[in-house]
């Protein structure tokens, strides 16, 4: 079992920046992928970006150039940092790991609200 623990939501105007962090714990098997998923209300939830064991990372077109993911190995932690925010980005943010066995795992959710 994977526990993960998102933390960094908030309310911030158009144009602000946000950092969120995601701490990973507890994994038997070999994380393969860290991602960042977002859900707004009414819609699906949606892949951002993500990174793979190997660093190679990718994100959806809508947040491309404008967020980051990162990651700090030492304490098992992934980042998305997001600027330029604008208020369609407006969601709940997870965290999600995928396994080398296929499983994937959540984390609680946090809250981004962009006021315009």
């Known amino acids: 079992q994977v526990q993960l623990v998102e933390s960094g939501g908030g309310v911030v105007q158009a144009g602000g920046s946000l950092r969120l962090s995601c701490a990973a714990s507890?994994?038997?098997?070999?994380?393969?992928?860290m991602d960042w998923y977002r859900q707004a209300p009414g819609k699906q939830r949606e892949l951002v970006g993500g990174?793979?064991?190997?660093?190679?990372?990718n994100y959806a077109d809508s947040v491309e150039g404008r967020f980051t993911v990162s990651r700090d190995n030492a304490k098992s932690t992934v980042y998305l940092q997001m600027n330029t925010l604008k208020p369609e980005d407006t969601a709940v943010y997870y965290c999600?790991?995928?396994?080398?066995?296929?499983?994937?795992?959540w984390g609680q959710g946090t809250q981004v609200t962009v006021s315009s």
């Open positions: 990174i793979t064991s190997g660093g190679r990372i």
């Open positions: 999600s790991a995928l396994n080398s066995v296929n499983r994937r795992f």
């Open positions: 507890g994994s038997r098997f070999t994380i393969i992928r």
